[in-house]
């Protein structure tokens, strides 16, 4: 006769190795026993920021929607496209690392707050960054100082977002402190998890604080420096001194790191906005390169705004020329 007990108490045994329905993985603890966050995270997805005009009213793509978007990014992913009339070029693509995966939840944009999924600008602001996106193209390069602040190798400015390329964040911790390192521009920001005053001096990426609730890390940027006079390459990243940044970062499991962010301006916004983006250790599953950081040596050999200015006099040579 089969041995009934014995598998009886096989099945107790295996039954109490699983998790219970609805309770969530205990989160990798560091020795001092915080939330392990650390190690070299990759945002990259081929899920946009903002809902795209034609998925209006849809929050979800279907599997096969999903599908279709991945493989058309696997198979465009290195080949080469001449450049538009009067475009000169960029980068080739291999040195772009964009992925090729949407969020594994298949919505249609990052935004997940307002529902609509779009900045919600001012209407100032959305002019302005209606005229931005058109100076990127055709607009006068007379001084440095038309050049956004990206292309000067200065910033593209916070929060923890990139998408295109340089998409990873390298994350290190302390029972006091929290660092993270950006890919792009090398922004390093170093985060105090002990309460401090605020200095109230005005700073590029801000006053900032983090402190814990639970197994999130919860990080407060404000007073930034008010850089309007500038140009970015993203309105909505533009530094003022009404704009508020509050992070939210949570290890989910082994390779997961749910991040969130909540953007407050009343000089940009009608209203505060939210993000949503899970980040991951599983380069491969994002479709991007895999290893770590290295330097992004932006200054480095960069002839950008010297050719950028020479080629911009040429033209008006050409123009004055009887």
């Known amino acids: 006769m089969p041995n009934r007990t014995g598998a009886f108490v096989a099945a107790i045994t295996?039954?109490?190795?699983?998790?219970?329905?609805?309770?969530?993985?205990?989160?990798?603890?560091?020795?001092?026993?915080h939330p392990n966050l650390q190690g070299t995270w990759t945002g990259s997805t081929i899920t946009p920021l903002e809902r795209p005009a034609h998925l209006t009213g849809q929050t979800f793509l279907t599997e096969e929607e999903a599908a279709t978007l991945e493989q058309r990014a696997d198979h465009n992913r290195f080949v080469e496209r001449d450049p538009r009339p009067g475009d000169p070029g960029t980068y080739n693509q291999a040195w772009f690392d964009p992925g090729t995966r949407v969020v594994p939840d298949r919505r249609t944009a990052l935004i997940v707050d307002p529902p609509e999924g779009r900045v919600p600008?001012?209407?100032?602001?959305?002019?302005?960054?209606r005229l931005q996106i058109a100076y990127r193209v055709s607009g006068?390069?007379?001084?440095?100082?038309?050049?956004d602040t990206g292309e000067r190798c200065l910033t593209d400015g916070v929060p923890m977002f990139w998408l295109g390329y340089n998409p990873n964040h390298q994350i290190l911790q302390t029972p006091d402190h929290v660092v993270i390192l950006h890919e792009m521009f090398r922004d390093r920001r170093i985060i105090p998890l002990v309460p401090k005053p605020r200095s109230g001096i005005h700073q590029w990426n801000g006053d900032i604080q983090g402190w814990w609730e639970g197994n999130t890390l919860v990080v407060e940027s404000k007073h930034f420096v008010d850089k309007t006079n500038d140009r970015w390459a993203s309105t909505w990243r533009m530094p003022t001194q009404t704009m508020e940044l509050v992070e939210r970062f949570t290890r989910i499991n082994t390779d997961t790191l749910e991040y969130e962010f909540t953007l407050t301006d009343p000089a940009k916004f009608t209203r505060p906005w939210s993000v949503r983006i899970p980040l991951t250790t599983n380069q491969a599953a994002r479709g991007v390169t895999q290893g770590p950081l290295y330097e992004y040596a932006c200054h480095e050999g960069n002839y950008s705004i010297a050719n950028v200015l020479s080629g911009a006099r040429s033209e008006d040579r050409l123009r004055i020329k009887p």
Request: charged share 15%.
């Open 14 to 33: 295996l039954a109490s190795l699983l998790p219970l329905p609805g309770t969530a993985q205990v989160p990798p603890q560091t020795p001092w026993g």
């Open 121 to 129: 600008y001012t209407n100032e602001m959305l002019e302005r960054e």
């Open 140 to 147: 006068a390069r007379n001084s440095w100082v038309d050049v």
